[in-house]
């Protein structure tokens, strides 16, 4: 027992306590901040990786109750502490972060990391634990590659969620073992659904937007290039859903529902996410080279103005609102540049004020969730909850706005070439008016999703609403 007592035991941090890589949090809230010193980041790297840590960890280090920690890991910590044993927090990660961690958890004796001139890692951290303690003088815990030049020089070896190749090199070793599952255990089915819920499929519907202006023009034949543009869009949007969650990390785990996304609920090393990311773009790109040039200027402009939104304009008053709804439209232009097919300014119109209102709900949705939780204001947003009537006039003012253009499109001699009794489309313009204020009443209540979308595909009274108005339009239209 005293021989144990003697020996400390010393735990990695990054992949190891923490299911995430702290410098990457860093770098990624540093980036959602201040998005304006991306180029003197960038500037950095070539520095060596010491300096990248030390110069980044001088901007900005993360909290230890905004990063998710390992139980299994906690739970050996907790073993040691009992029966007497010195714990060490000894990491590659700047010794900023390591000491902030270790101050606010009070687990550690002490807690070591990189600094300037030394990259704590691999052969390096070994010999500083074997010049501290010497060979066998400690146990050690660790989950990665990096820690196959520790883990021989310890005297007994702790993997936690380590991958299979890792844990055969380790069971190899002259040296005690035992593997910790973690999350390494998971099949990988269920690892596949982690990366696609990361991708939110259910957001793609938006994407059906790109049929509109082949449906609107009567032009069957234009279904499938529209198709091709559907997938396309898809695949990029997914890319940037990725960068966003990355971005909005710590806010997303301050959120009762945003807290279990992949990468906030750390299912997802965010290291992967950028892979994955540049990826889905890329597929999308082969994609839309089968289509019109018109297509791929569209396709790229609504990555730039997602990625614009995700660093920095989600944070400015209004304009966010206004940003959102962009979005939606292009999907629009989108569409027609794929197809070929000119947009009246009626669509573009109808498109512009209805896809504000939405968006309108969505910080709508966010406020009252705000308020329910008693908080005033939220990390990253423009926004408090006294501004809820404001939000929620503009949510009503562009919806009614839609409706009237709706009656003007109707109302037009036009119509007649395109419906053979387009006076029934009046119907439409009654029934999306009861909608818009339906939605209105349910956001303001605080009972709608965080995304309006997600809401219409589950509330029965619209997916009735919207069934009804795609029967008045069948019925209406010259066959």
């Known amino acids: 027992m005293s021989d144990t007592v003697d020996i400390p035991l ?13 410098m990457h949090e860093a770098l990624l809230l540093l980036i959602a901040k201040q998005p304006a010193k991306l180029p003197q980041i960038v500037s950095w790297l070539f520095a060596g990786k010491a300096q990248f840590k030390d110069k980044l960890a001088a901007e900005m280090v993360v909290d230890a109750d905004s990063v998710p920690l390992r139980e299994d890991v906690l739970a050996q910590i907790s073993a040691a502490r009992k029966s007497g044993r010195q714990v060490l927090l000894v990491s590659a990660s700047n010794h900023r972060q390591v000491s902030l961690i270790g101050d606010q958890l009070e687990l550690f004796d002490e807690a070591i990391g990189s600094d300037a001139q030394r990259n704590l890692a691999g052969s390096a951290k070994a010999q500083w634990l074997v010049d501290r303690f010497g060979e066998r003088g400690f146990d050690y815990i660790g989950d990665s590659s990096a820690d196959l030049e520790v883990w021989p020089k310890a005297r007994k070896a702790i993997t936690i969620g380590a991958k299979p190749a890792v844990r055969a090199r380790v069971d190899a070793m002259d040296v005690e073992v035992t ?27 938006k994407n059906l937007l790109v049929f509109v202006p082949a449906l609107a023009a009567h032009e069957m034949s234009m279904l499938l290039p529209s198709f091709f543009a559907f997938c396309a869009f898809s695949l990029a949007a997914s890319s940037i859903y990725l960068i966003n969650d990355m971005l909005d990390l710590h806010v997303d785990r301050q959120h009762p529902r945003k807290c279990k996304r992949p990468f906030a609920a750390g299912t997802i090393p965010v290291a992967h996410g950028v892979v994955h990311s540049a990826a889905l773009f890329l597929t999308a790109m082969v994609i839309a080279a089968f289509l019109p040039s018109a297509f791929a200027l569209v396709l790229v402009g609504y990555v730039a103005l997602t990625f614009a939104y995700s660093l920095v304009l989600k944070r400015k008053l209004m304009i966010d609102i206004w940003t959102l709804g962009a979005l939606y439209t ?8 794929a197809s070929g097919i000119p947009l009246s300014e009626w669509l573009l119109a109808f498109s512009m004020f ?5 968006a309108a709900v969505k910080r709508i949705s966010e406020l009252k969730d705000l308020e329910a939780r008693d908080l005033d204001s939220t990390d990253g947003r423009g926004y408090s909850v006294g501004d809820l009537p404001v939000v929620l006039g503009a949510m009503l003012a562009s919806g009614y706005c839609s409706v009237v253009i709706l009656a003007l499109y109707v109302s037009n ?3 007649a070439s395109l419906y053979s009794e387009p006076k029934l489309l009046w119907l439409v313009c009654m029934m ?6 339906r939605v209105a009443i349910i956001s303001y ?14 509330d029965k009274v619209s997916l009735i609403v919207f069934a009804a108005c795609g029967a008045v339009f069948l019925a209406s239209a010259q066959l």
């Open 330 to 337: 292009i999907r629009i232009v989108a569409g027609g540049a």
């Open 10 to 22: 010393v735990v990695d941090l990054d992949g190891t306590l923490t299911k995430s890589d702290t």
């Open 354 to 358: 209805v896809f504000l209102a939405l």
């Open 413 to 415: 001699s036009n119509v």
């Open 432 to 437: 999306l008016l009861y909608w818009i204020n």
């Open 445 to 458: 209540r605080g009972e709608m999703d965080d995304d309006p979308i997600v809401f219409a595909l589950k």
């Open 179 to 205: 593997h910790l599952d973690g999350n390494s255990d998971e099949s990988a089915t269920r690892k596949a659904r982690h990366y696609l819920k990361a991708m939110r499929p259910h957001q793609w519907l």
